[in-house]
T-cell receptor, first 115, second 113 residues
């Protein structure tokens, strides 16, 4: 079984600053994917970034980057130059590479960007 | 790519009634997933389809829940004899294949009176 833990229920940061959201996971598998999803208030879940476990290089997508520490089973999300539109719930999630198709989500971090 | 579409957006019903939700996935996606999200929590997996075949069901999916995906296109999720605990957001997602990113719809919010 997989578990995903997000230990920061809420965070806030000034606009234009950098913020890091934490995520740890537990799995006995070696092949898996990790994701960060963003869920703005009353809007749909959007994929922010994706990391394959077999890749050592950290994924980046514009202002979003991850720090993937496989041995520590840690997968944090860094948002640089934060913008008001980044205000949302952020969910960390994992899925196995083969067989089990379900996403396992953490409980989320509510991020507020302060103008 | 028109996105994943879910209907209705909101459903209010009395306890004991049956409800049905519909999900239309992105057209070229052969995998379709249902999740349930309660307030303040992350989504929890309910079931998923590869084409028309239902390949996995969570223990959360009691006998009152049934999902179908006839012809491998849209899917329906039916809840019979609704209970207060069924109040939640029901999310549908689709993907191109194994380990491909799942794209979510806006969800159907179910409220049980």
């Amino acid at each position: 079984a997989q578990t995903v833990t997000q230990s920061q229920p809420e965070m806030s940061v000034q606009e234009a600053e950098t913020v890091t959201l934490s995520c740890t996971y537990d799995t006995s598998e070696s092949n898996y994917y990790l994701f960060w999803y963003k869920q703005p208030p009353s809007r749909q879940m959007i994929l922010v970034i994706r990391q394959e476990a077999y890749k050592q290089q950290n994924a980046t997508e514009n202002r979003f980057s991850v720090n993937f520490q496989k041995a520590a089973k840690s997968f944090s999300l860094k948002i640089s130059d934060s913008q008001l539109g980044d205000t949302a719930m952020y969910f960390c999630a994992s899925v196995l590479n083969f067989g089990n198709e379900k996403l396992t989500f953490g409980t989320g971090t509510r991020l507020t960007i302060i103008p | 790519d028109t996105g994943v579409s879910q209907n209705p957006r909101h459903k209010i019903t009395k306890r004991g009634q049956n409800v049905t939700f519909r999900c239309d996935p992105i057209s070229e996606h052969n995998r379709l997933y249902w999740y349930r999200q309660t307030l303040g929590q992350g989504p929890e997996f309910l079931t998923y389809f590869q084409n028309e075949a239902q390949l996995e069901k969570s223990r959360l999916l009691s006998d009152r829940f049934s999902a179908e995906r006839p012809k491998g296109s849209f899917s329906t999720l039916e809840i019979q004899r609704t209970e207060q605990g069924d109040s939640a957001m029901y999310l549908c997602a689709s993907s191109r294949g194994s380990s491909q990113p799942q794209h979510f719809g806006d969800g159907t919010r179910l409220s049980i009176l």
